[in-house]
């Protein structure tokens, strides 16, 4: 079958350094996503790896590796708006987006 | 910035009725997509539509379930004979392309509510 983990829930410090890891078994290999949603809010685009290394976009950077089966998402200098569920998605051989369940990120003043 | 739109932001209805949830891509986006969400669970793929015709569909997307794009702005969900289990959070996205290159954006969802 297909999977993709996350961690539940985490939470951070407001102005420091987060990692948000995503392990994923999936039938082939197309891309990852990682998405952010607030609570009952649809999923925002943050980033997008197809091939392996980093990805740096503003405070937000993503990391992938194939072989591994693995990739995280760094957030720097955290603000209270970046409590939020982040999503990683991986597309498939079918070109299917199989999502994880979401990792809620908790931010404290 | 062209965005997604969905109506109505909220539905309710009762088992067994029909509902027709609306959307409207960004326009010159051409691959179309349907997911769904659970309260407390993870986004789920249902359908997406390329040149007028499904392209892929998952299990959950069964017989009661049918898409349509009426004219060149809407693209439709159906869902013929609601039961209590379709209550969620539905989310319209498109993409310029496939998702195998493409981004897709996602509209604001439909939260539809099955008594």
């Known amino acids: 079958g297909q999977n993709i983990d996350q961690p539940t829930e985490m939470t951070a410090t407001e102005g420091a350094i987060v990692q948000i890891n995503c392990t994923y078994q999936?039938?082939?290999?197309?891309?990852l996503f990682w998405y952010q949603q607030h609570a009952g809010e649809a999923p925002t685009f943050l980033s997008y790896?197809?091939l392996d290394g980093l990805e740096e976009k503003g405070r937000f950077s993503s990391f992938l590796s194939r072989s591994k089966g693995y990739s995280y998402l760094l957030l720097k200098e955290l603000q209270m708006k970046d409590s939020a569920s982040y999503l990683c998605?991986?597309?498939?051989?079918?070109?299917?987006?199989?999502w994880g369940a979401g990792t809620k990120l908790i931010i404290k003043p | 910035e062209p965005e997604v739109t969905q109506t109505p932001s909220h539905q309710v209805t009762q088992m067994g009725q029909e509902v027709i949830l609306r959307c409207v891509p960004i326009?010159?986006?051409?691959?179309f997509y349907w997911y769904r969400q659970i309260l407390g669970q993870k986004v789920e793929f249902l359908v997406s539509?390329?040149?007028?015709?499904?392209?892929?569909k998952s299990e959950i997307f069964d017989d009661q379930f049918s898409v349509e794009r009426p004219d060149g702005s809407n693209f439709t969900l159906k869902i013929r004979s609601t039961k209590l289990e379709d209550s969620a959070m539905y989310f319209c996205?498109?993409?310029?392309?496939?998702?195998?290159?493409?981004?897709?954006?996602f509209g604001p969802g439909t939260r539809l509510t099955v008594l």
């Open positions: 998605a991986v597309i498939d051989r079918n070109y299917q987006l199989i």
């Open positions: 539509f390329y040149n007028n015709e499904i392209s892929e």
């Open positions: 790896n197809v």
């Open positions: 999936t039938s082939g290999f197309n891309g």
């Open positions: 996205a498109s993409s310029p392309g496939g998702a195998g290159t493409d981004t897709q954006y």
């Open positions: 326009s010159n986006h051409l691959y």
